[in-house]
Structure formats: C-alpha cells, structure tokens
C-alpha cells in the first residue's frame, strides 16, 4: 500500500485568514442587527421651513444646517417664511480636571459639551420648553504631549458637535404636530366644501 500525504497549498493560511475574517464579519453584523443597531439615516420631520437664532458657534451653525439641508428642511430667512424657530440659547464647551498623580500632575481631563435650546411656532408660542443636551468625554493627559493632547480635544469637541446636532434632530422629530397647524389633508377637505 501506498502511503498518501496531504500537502497544503502554499497559500493555505491566507485563506483560512479570509474565511475567518468573512465569519467573523458575518457573526458581527448578525449580533448587531439582533440588538437594534442601524446606520443612522434621515430623520423624519414635521416641518420643511426651520428658522435658527440664538448664539451658536460658526462650527456648530454649519453642522446644524448640513444636518437640516439632508432631511429637506429650508433654513428661512425670516420668521414669516418659517414653520418653526429653533432658538439655541447657549453653546458651551469646557475641560475640567479629572484626575492627578502622586506629584500633583493632572492625568486626565473630562471634556463637556452643553447646548440649551428651545423652539416656538411664528406666532411666538413656545412648542418645547428649554431643554439641553450634555455630553461628556474623558480624556487622558501626559505633560510630555501637550500639543498633541489639543489636537485630540479638538477632535473630540467636533465628534462631540455632530452626536449632539444628531440627538436634537431626534428631539425635532418628536414634534408631531405643531399648535395651529392644519395638516394638508385636512385643508383640502375644507377646499372641497
């Protein structure tokens, strides 16, 4: 009898690499639909004229109306063009001192980012009472990166912009209906007659 030896191709391990990392793949996209995780989309809201006042920063302003321009909303000019205000009132970012060491160096910082708001239709009557949103991120420091340590804070205070414009558009679109305002099918109905 013959003895018989199995030879593995020479590119057997990079397979194998392949076919676990398309499983592993597979297996992570099937746990994170079971638990309700989606790509975020666009946000359905009641509205298709927004007027934005207040004080905001050029940065968060730009992010805001990008996020409004996506979900067919037109920033209005004035308050006669416009379904709804949305009056930020305060936009504030700070660092706080988390921790030290033992020779009294600050090791970490907390980064805080805070916006109130509240809207009201054309008439001035108030839709959602002031309400904010208040983030926060823990950062690590070293004294030897300052200048890195920045550039990170930077970095965070922008991701930081955008989850807060994503949760106040949530907050938007659980207005359902506006005081006073008819829907369109309610209009042409009383058209008809």
């Known amino acids: 009898m013959k003895k018989v030896s199995l030879v593995k191709p020479s590119n057997y391990s990079s397979m194998r ?17 079971a638990c309700g995780w989606r790509v975020r989309g666009k946000v359905d809201l009641p509205y298709r004229n927004l007027l934005l006042s207040g004080s905001m920063t050029q940065e968060f302003r730009d992010v805001l109306e990008m ?3 996506v979900n067919d909303v037109i920033v209005s000019k004035n308050v006669k063009e416009a379904d709804l205000v949305l009056e930020i009132i305060t936009e504030q970012s700070a660092r706080q001192v988390l921790s030290y060491n033992s020779a009294g160096q600050i090791t970490a910082y907390r980064i805080i980012s805070r916006v109130a708001f509240r809207t009201f ?17 823990d950062v ?29 558009m949530r907050r938007l679109s659980a207005i359902k209906k506006l005081p006073g305002q008819e829907s369109s099918k309610t209009k042409s109905s009383k058209d008809k007659r």
């Open 121 to 137: 239709d054309p008439d001035g009557i108030e839709v959602t009472p002031e309400a904010d949103i208040y983030l926060t991120r």
């Open 67 to 69: 996020y409004l321009r």
């Open 17 to 33: 690499r392949e076919c676990l990392g398309g499983g592993l793949a597979l297996l992570s996209a099937g746990i994170l639909s």
């Open 140 to 168: 690590d420091f070293d004294q030897a990166n300052v200048q890195s340590f920045d550039f990170v804070v930077a970095e965070h205070l922008k991701v930081m912009r955008v989850d807060i414009v994503n949760q106040l």
